[in-house]
């Protein structure tokens, strides 16, 4: 915690999540909530032992890890939005410029198709985000001019061309179960996330968001040019994929637990370096607790603000559009 | 005193265009030494050459007494020090973020600024007459600033020899005078400058030497008064000049317009 805006944020980010799980269809009484923890915590006494079964099952096995999920995947997105915007030295790019989503999307959608098993689906998803990137890489590598630009131009190569399988798999899907499936899945959604998948990805996404965030004085210096940061005595090479490849772990591990969720990648780090300034040293950090604390509560919105859950996918596309069109007018003061 | 840096042999090409051929320079400390040339001379390849940036195809460049190759950047980024153009297209860090980027060398991965990088910053600034901008949006100041926030940063870096590209390029009358006699004075501090200029004045105005490139080749090499002359400069950029001594404390090189027409009033 350098900076009071990062103790601010994540003092929020506790109480939203606390107060997250009093949320949902099935009320939980303030009462209960702080009779279960004074049950937890401090040993006093307890709920009916029915009751006491039935809001621990709601509150640490269905609430408590959609929790988690949205943080993790809502920091992860800003993270790795947030270090593709200096690593291109452009504000306008997001986790999904190297083709990450779609590859993974896409490896997704194929192992639907071709297979009734959930693990499969997760690690296609996982391994086609990297193939994406790769293909990126290696495009770029091939024509080794300038070698951001090709990246950029590499990326939506390979982003193009996964998009394109992906339509591909999507024709041939069997469209009254496997097609819906996909669709529902590229909208994005946290409703399937359970105990089991937040305790495999917790750990790799942390480390991924860590890495990333103690990159940022050599994100600084990057973006101020390939050759600078050379004579700053950086190994540009070894900087650029340890990003890249954290990075795209951690994105392509989000769309492996909730699908494709749109725009945090792009507008949350534009809102922090609005707040804090363009430094990623306290830039990344400070985009990681404000990206938890917005999918955190877009996800809440999703869930409750219907009777039905809408995609969380396209909430945050549908608040993320126009808000980023208004913060375009003063997010110049930020980068140019 | 020995030279501190070498050049010796060095060719280099881009793809198939010869670049740099068999370039033999060395540099001592505390001198101020500028390239001049016509675009596409060398000069800046060769600065990249001397900075490590680019690898020479034939030859090889020593830093103090070793290869340069073998020196880490680390190491070698606490002795020399790139000052390039400027540039705009970089995120709006504050001056003094800018001047920290200088501590790199000197920090493990998971180092943060410490009150010590604080101070050398706040120092490197203060010797620029900059400390006022420190909070200042680095995109938001002149480009003389700006130059001199970079300046400043190679101070912090803690470099003893600072490598420069152009530096006056696109700034105002004043803001050239004003970087230049910074230089000078920097260099009475026994720091070694090396850039590269388009005006023979500002070389002769203050350097100890003056190399002049032609093609990828040095032509000449020596003071400035010996190598800055009316035959060398015609033969760089085939501009008949005079160059004259200026009430005994200097030299200007003059163009003669004559020579290729001037508008008739």
């Avoid at chain 1, 190994?235 to 969720?261: E, H």
């Avoid at chain 2, 070694?192 to 070389?203: Q, R, S």
């Amino acid at each position: 915690m350098k900076k009071p805006v990062h103790f601010l944020l994540a003092s929020l980010l506790v109480v939203a999540a606390l107060f997250s799980l009093t949320l949902g269809q099935y009320h939980v009484p303030i009462k209960d909530f702080l009779a279960l923890a004074g049950w937890r915590i401090f040993g006093l006494e307890q709920l009916h032992q029915e009751k006491a079964a039935l809001v621990k099952n709601i509150l640490f096995n269905i609430r408590l890890p959609r929790i988690i999920a949205a943080m993790l995947i809502g920091a992860s997105l800003s993270v790795s939005g947030g270090a593709f915007q200096a690593l291109f030295i452009n504000p306008l790019v997001s986790p999904g410029l190297l083709g990450v989503l779609a590859g993974a999307s896409f490896g997704a959608a194929l192992a639907m198709v071709l297979s009734k098993s959930w693990a499969l689906v997760q690690l296609s998803t996982l391994l086609f985000g990297f193939v994406a990137v790769g293909f990126a890489i290696g495009i770029a590598k091939v024509y080794r001019i300038h070698s951001v630009i090709m990246l950029v131009l590499g990326g939506i190569i390979s982003g193009a061309f996964f998009t394109a399988l992906l339509s591909i798999i999507k024709y041939t899907a069997d469209p009254s179960d496997q097609l819906p499936a996909i669709v529902y899945w590229l909208m994005g959604s946290l409703s399937a996330v359970d105990r089991g998948t937040v305790s495999i990805i917790s750990a790799p996404l942390l480390i991924g968001i860590l890495v990333v965030i103690f990159h940022g004085r050599q994100l600084n210096i990057l973006s101020m040019g390939e050759e600078e940061a050379q004579s700053l005595g950086i190994n540009v090479r070894r900087v650029r994929l340890t990003v890249i490849f954290f990075a795209t772990l951690i994105s392509a591990l989000t769309v492996m637990v909730g699908g494709m969720i749109g725009w945090v990648g792009l507008i949350i780090p534009h809102i922090c370096r609005m707040i804090v300034g363009p430094n990623n040293q306290t830039l990344l950090p400070a985009t990681a607790f404000m990206g938890a604390l917005y999918l955190l509560l877009i996800d809440d919105i999703s869930r409750l603000l219907f009777t039905f859950e809408i995609p969380i996918g396209i909430v945050t596309s549908l608040i993320g559009i126009p808000f980023f069109a208004l913060v375009l007018k003063n997010a110049q003061r930020g980068w140019r | 005193m020995s030279a501190l840096i070498t050049v010796e042999q060095v060719g280099f090409s881009y793809r198939k265009r010869q670049v740099l051929n068999r370039v033999n320079v060395s540099f001592r400390s505390g001198e101020v030494v500028s390239l001049l040339g016509p675009n596409g001379s060398g000069k800046t390849t060769l600065l990249k050459v001397m900075l490590g940036l680019l690898q020479p195809d034939t030859g090889e460049v020593f830093f103090a007494g070793r290869a340069l190759k073998t020196v880490s950047p680390k190491v070698l980024a606490r002795r020399i020090a790139y000052v390039p153009q400027i540039h705009r297209e970089a995120f709006a860090y504050t001056v003094e973020d800018v001047v920290l980027m200088g501590r790199m060398p000197y920090h493990t991965f998971f180092s943060t600024n410490s009150p010590v990088d604080r101070e050398i910053a706040a120092a490197a600034m203060e010797k620029l007459e900059i400390a006022h901008l420190r909070d200042r949006p680095y995109t938001e100041v002149s480009g003389g600033e700006r130059q001199l926030a970079l300046i400043a940063r190679s101070l912090t870096q803690g470099a003893d020899v600072f490598i420069m590209d152009e530096p006056v390029n696109g700034l105002d009358y004043g803001n050239q005078m004003r970087l230049l006699s910074g230089i000078r004075n920097l260099a009475k501090e026994g720091l070694t400058f090396i850039m590269t200029t388009h005006f023979p004045d500002h070389a002769l105005m203050t350097s100890d030497r003056v190399i002049l490139m032609q093609q990828g080749a040095v032509v000449a090499d020596g003071l400035p008064e010996e190598t800055i002359t009316r035959e060398t400069i015609f033969a760089l950029y085939r501009i008949d000049v005079d160059v004259v001594a200026v009430n005994g404390n200097g030299r200007v090189c003059m163009p003669v317009w004559s020579t290729y027409g001037r508008a008739k009033n």
